[in-house]
């Protein structure tokens, strides 16, 4: 298996354009993970789902973030309108059970919003 | 403010030297994770912790808990360059899958 695959690995956009974020799970997982990863407040989880329902979303920060999973091997984190504060590390990770330790992480997209 | 506070924030050692880093929470929670994570990677699981007063070694690194103090700490003995990168600890909030992390350490080791 190829891993946890994320795209884009690195966005830039300009501040109000809407920005979607990719992951592609590990197959056969279950759980699937959205990280925001910044400087100041370090890694955040902000919605998990479980076999393609959102069970937690009281991570997202604003009704600007939006996140989906239509089927079992897709989820998209949606950013619109975009905002420089929204620039950080995204990470999506999956795994066969809820625990963290057993959760594969992807590498990472990398927003920055000007 | 920042539930699991990570010190210090970045490190360089000469190679062979020992370092520590630490984590320490002003709220209860529970266990101890730490990963690793290479620039433009993603995560990747050291270890794990889970009963106070624990302590986990696995080759030259050092995972200690004390949840009574609720302080957490990762130590590196003898640093090589392969050690280089953002260490991150971890806690759970009350056994959810509320994981909450550290901000993060960067480690450099100096050949």
């Known amino acids: 298996d190829a891993g946890v695959i994320q795209s884009p690995r690195h966005e830039v956009t300009e501040m109000g354009q809407e920005v979607t974020l990719r992951c592609k799970p590990i197959?056969?997982?279950?759980?699937l993970f959205w990280y925001r990863q910044t400087m100041m407040r370090g890694l955040e989880l902000l919605i998990y789902f479980n076999n393609n329902v959102p069970i937690d979303d009281s991570g997202m920060p604003e009704d600007r973030f939006s996140a989906k999973m239509p089927n079992a091997s897709f989820s998209t984190l949606k950013i619109q309108p975009s905002e420089p504060r929204d620039s950080a590390v995204y990470f999506c990770?999956?795994?066969?059970?809820?625990?963290?330790?057993?959760?594969?992480f992807g590498q990472g997209t990398r927003l920055t919003v000007v | 403010s920042q539930e699991l506070e990570q010190s210090p924030q970045s490190l360089i050692v000469q190679e062979g030297k020992n370092l520590t880093i630490n984590c320490t929470s002003s709220k209860t929670l529970y266990g101890l994770y730490w990963y690793k994570q290479k620039y433009g990677e993603g995560l990747i699981f050291l270890m794990m912790l889970q009963k106070g007063g624990e302590e986990k070694s696995h080759e030259k690194i050092t995972a200690k808990l004390d949840e009574k103090k609720q302080q957490r700490s990762l130590h590196i003995t003898a640093s090589q360059p392969s050690h280089a990168g953002i260490y991150l600890c971890g806690a759970d909030r009350t056994g959810t899958y509320k994981y909450i992390f550290g901000t993060g350490t960067r480690l450099k080791v100096l050949a």
């Open positions: 990770a999956s795994s066969s059970t809820g625990i963290v330790t057993e959760a594969f």
């Open positions: 197959s056969g997982h279950d759980y």
